[in-house]
């Protein structure tokens, strides 16, 4: 067992990492002392395959359960979503002590964190990641949202959870995809701020493929220990924290330009990180080698590398300027200065966005 502690005064938290979590779900909620009405949103997909055992620990140790299940896929991750979650909040008469437990992936983890953080202008949250992109992201640092047909996750708060829990044994169950999708969040861990963490996934990446407990343990422990250390420092991105985009804005481009259909997260975000290093490597702030070598670990990980030959410069540059982060006209790129460090630009010129080869 591994524990992570997000240091934030009155809403710190424990991230607990171990296997055979998921069915202690209401030991843990019994240490917050929480209401004892319980809503608990999950997808379909993962209802079949873990719903029960949740259900039935909250249920043993006395919480009334009203269930929600979601339809897969991100384009559910809407305000009409976390509408009817509203609904079933209130016929279950959910008070601001009453938790609202997200048991899935990111997009069940971000619209059920969004409806905790607006139901009664506010309700616990508890977090049972089932993804590993979600384990080592999503679900910590307390960013919550919905999306819009103009952006994604245009509509949010930054709200954090009173616990996390990542059960190892749900990864069995992961797809390769969605496995490989998470890997590129923990890669980007590796080059925004350890050089020495990096190194340790180009030894260790065949183990973590294999889904060995013992090095996904590892790394999902070290993914959110850097994370709490930047949310520490800068909960609401105004500065640092704005590190943890890095290859999110062309990623998120990508999601939008193909509707959300061809690409998951994961996937998307690591061609943003190899066309982010490409794009350093042409200002002259990343060494070709670290370029390389971060293009090659992302490709030994079976993520893509290039971006979608149907997407043009023109395409990506509109999309830009429609993101979230933009601020006064100014777009913000997070750029590789070398494996481990990173520096974030607000006003890049517009003639160097230019990511098609």
Same mark, same amino acid.
């Not at 070598?293 to 990980?301: D, G, M, P, T, Y």
């Given at each position: ?220 422990? !070290? ?6 250390? @930047? $949310? =520490?420092?800068?909960? &609401?991105?105004?500065?640092?924290? *704005? #590190? ?73 540059? !509109? ?6 982060? @933009? $601020? =006064?006209?100014?777009? &913000?790129?997070?750029?590789?200065? *070398? #494996? ?18």
């Amino acid at each position: 067992m591994r524990q992570v502690t997000v240091n934030l005064g009155l809403r710190s938290y424990p991230i607990w990492i171990g296997a055979g979590l998921m069915a202690r779900t209401g030991a843990y909620l019994d240490n917050l002392a929480v209401g004892r009405k319980v809503l608990l949103v999950t997808s379909h997909t993962v209802q079949k395959l873990y719903g029960a055992m949740a259900e039935d620990s909250l249920r043993r140790h006395g919480y009334r359960v009203t269930l929600a299940v979601m339809p897969d896929g991100e384009e559910y991750k809407t305000l009409a979503t976390a509408e009817q979650l509203y609904d079933l909040a209130f016929a279950a008469e959910l008070d601001r002590r009453c938790p609202v437990i997200a048991l899935g992936g990111g997009v069940v983890g971000d619209v059920a964190g969004f409806v905790a953080a607006t139901y009664l202008r506010g309700v616990p949250l508890v977090q049972v990641p089932t993804t590993l992109l979600a384990q080592v992201d999503s679900s910590v640092g307390g960013k919550v949202a919905v999306n819009h047909p103009k952006g994604k996750n245009i509509i949010g708060a930054f709200y954090q959870p009173r616990l996390v829990l990542a059960d190892l044994d749900v990864l069995g169950s992961l797809p390769p995809r969605e496995l490989r999708g998470g890997l590129a969040e923990i890669i980007k861990y590796g080059v925004i701020w350890s050089r020495d963490f990096f190194s340790w996934l180009e030894i260790n990446l065949g183990r973590l493929l294999q889904l060995d407990q013992e090095s996904l343990a590892a790394a999902i422990e !070290e993914s959110c220990r850097i994370k709490a250390q @930047v $949310v =520490e420092q800068d909960e &609401t991105e105004q500065g640092l924290r *704005a #590190i943890l985009n890095y290859g999110h804005t062309v990623g998120h481009a990508i999601e939008a330009l193909t509707g959300y259909r061809r690409f998951i997260h994961g996937e998307a975000v690591a061609v943003g990180m190899v066309a982010a290093a490409r794009l350093a490597q042409k200002k002259g702030l990343l060494a070709a080698d670290d370029c390389s070598r971060i293009k090659a670990l992302v490709a030994r990980a079976g993520l893509p590398v290039e971006l979608p030959s149907d997407i043009t410069a023109d395409d990506l540059k !509109e999309f830009f300027y429609r993101d979230k982060k @933009v $601020v =006064e006209g100014r777009l &913000t790129f997070v750029l590789p200065a *070398a #494996i481990g460090q990173v520096d974030v630009f607000r006003d890049l010129p517009e003639e160097e966005l230019n990511f098609i080869e």
